[in-house]
C-alpha cells in the first residue's frame, strides 16, 4: 500500500512537493531512487544510503529473477531482508531490460519469451509471472507491470500496438495482484506520440493503479522531444497519484522534469559514473582521472559537504582510479549520490517556497554556464 | 618518535603483550596492521578500519614513489593527509618489491637500480632516498630501511653478503635520518641461516634503532623453517623493543609466531582474499562463491559478531560475488580484517591471563580440526 500526498504545487510551474506515504516509511518528493538493479546499490551499504537521505531505492525484478533467482529470494525471507534494506524498494518489471538486453526475445499475446543474457537461458515472462516474482517473492513496495516498449524511431502502428497491449497487460496484472502490501504502477507508452500518450493515460485512469511512470523514454529521441512528452504527459495525469519518470537522467534532466510535475526518478548515472571516474560537481560534471587534477588538493566540489569532500582531494581520488583501487568507485559514487540526492532536496525546499524556478536558473547558472 | 612498552610475557610461553606509543596513539600489542599498499586499505575506508579495531597501517613507499610520486603526497600535506588516515603509519621501504616486483634490477654498494614495474621508467634507490621518501615526503610514523633480499633458497655467502651490505646500507639510513618524527626499524636478514641471523642481531643491537623487523622469510621456505628462524631470532632480540614479522601471515602464523615472541604483523592476505571471495571463519576458511552456500542464509561466520556477518548471510555473499558487485570484495575484505584484528585482540588477552596456549589450542581446534 501506498499513498501520495501532494504538498504544495509551485505558484509558477507544474513542480509538486509530496509525500509518498509506504508502510516502510515515507518518500519526500521529488525524489531520486538510487538503482540496486542486482540487489545492491553498487559499492555503497544501506546505512550510507540513509545517511546521505535516500529513503526509496529501485530494484530489477529482471536481473534478479536470473541471479540469484527470485524463489531464492523468498526463502532468503524477500529483498529488504536478503540485501539489508529495509525503507521502500521499487522494483522495475524487467520489460524494459527483456527489450534492451535479452537475446532471441519473442513477444506474444501471452507473454515475452528471451534468452538471459547471462546464461542463454530460456525464459517466459507473463504479466501474471512478472507481479508474482515482484509481490510474492522479492516482496516490493511498489510493482511495475509488464511492459511492450519500442525501439525509437517507431511508426505509429508499431507504437500504437505496444500501447494497447501494455495496457491489456496492466490489467491482468491488476487481477494477478494478490494483496494490498505491494502498490502497482501503470507504464504510459506510446512513444512520441502525443495522442497516443494521451490515449494511454485515458485507458489507464480508469484502472485502479496507485500511480503512473512514464516509460518509453530517453531511448534515442531528442531531448527536446523528450520534454514535450515528459510535459504533455504531466499535463493529463491525476494529480493525486504519483508520477514516476523511469530512468531519467541528468541533473538538468530532473530539474526540467520536475519543472513539468514529475515526482520521482531513478537513474543509474551517479552511480554508473561514479565508477568510470566521473564526478558531479556544482560546476559541471568531471572527470577525475584527468591529469588536470594530479595536483588538486581541493575537493571533488568546494560546494558539497558530503563525506567525501571533507576528507579527500581531487588529487587523492585521482590517485585511486589511477592505481585501479576500488576505494575510488566506491568513494566516487558516494560522492554522486549525495550530489543526487541533496539536488532533490533542494528543489523541494524551493517548490515549498514558490521559487523553483530561481532555484532551477541559479542552478543552471553555475553547472553549464552557456 | 616511537617507545615499545612491555606490559607481559605469558608465563608459559614467549608471548608478549605491549604498547607501542606513538605520537599519533598508541597500538596495542600483539598488533596486526592493515595493509595499504597504495595510500588505500583496499574497499575500506579510515573511520572503518578504526571502527573494527585497527590502530596501525601499513603502507608503501616503492608504490607510492612510483604512483602517484612522493613529492606529490608531500605536496598534499604528507601522506596521513593524503589518505585520511590519522593514526600511526608504518611505510615498507620498498627493498623487498623492488626485489620482487621491479624488472632488470641492479644491486650496487649505492643502492639498487631498477625499471618501474608499471611504466618501466628507471629509478635508483639508495639507503638516504627511501628514508627521505618515507621521512620527508610521507611522513612516515615508522619507517624500514633499504634492504637487501635475497631469493629463496640461496647459498649461505650470498645470504653473508647481502646480510652485511642490508647492515652497511643500515648504518647510512641512520646517518640520513634528519628528525625524531619518523622512528626507523632494524631488518634482520641472514635467510634461513641461524648463525648469520643471530650475527645480524648482534651487529644491528648495537645500533641505535628504534625496532627490528623480520625480513627475508615466507619466500617459499618451509613453514617449519620459517618458525625455526623466527623463534631464533626471538630469543636473541633485546627485549624493549617492538618485534615486527614482515609480511606473515595465515591466522595460524600469527598464533604461531606471537608464541615466540612477535609484537606486530602486516599481511595483505585478509583483503586480497576478500576480493577474491575467501572469508576467514572460525572454523577454517571458505570459499564464498561455492554452490554449497547458494542458499545459506547463515552469516559468513556463526561466532562472528562484526557488522557483516549481523546483517547479511552466506547466500547473499555469494551472490554478489556472482554478480560481479563491488560490494562483495567490500564486504568481505570487512569482513576478513575483522577477523584478523579480533584474533590479535583475543591473544593479547589470553597473553594478560597467562592463558594464552589454552587460547591458541582452543582456537586451532576449531579452525583446522586434525
Redesign the interface.
Known sequence: MVKFELIHTDKKTGARAGVLHTSRGDVETPAFMPVGT???V????PEELKSIGAQMILSNAYHLAL??GAQ?IA???GLHK???WDGPILTDSGGYQVFSLAKLRKVEEEGVRFRSHIDGDMHFFTPESVVQIQEEFLGSDIMMPLDECTDYPCSKSVALSAMERTYRWLQRSIKAKKGNKSALFAIIQGSVYKDLRKQCIDLMGELNVDGYALGGLSVGEDKSATYEIVSHCCRYLPKDKTRYLMGVGKPQDLLESVQYGVDIFDCSLPTREG?TGKSFTSSGEITIRNSLF??D?NPIDKDCDCYVCK???R??L???F??S???G???NSFHNLYFYLSLMKKMRESILKDSFLDFKKEFMRKYAPS
Not at 553498487?42 to 551499504?45: R, V
Open positions: 542486482q540487489g545492491t553498487k559499492t555503497i551499504i541471479r540469484p531464492l526463502k532468503a525471507g536478503f540485501m539489508h565508477r594530479k595536483e588538493f576528507n579527500y582531494t588529487s587523492y585521482r590517485h585511486l589511477n592505481t583501487e576500488i576505494l568507485p566506491r568513494l
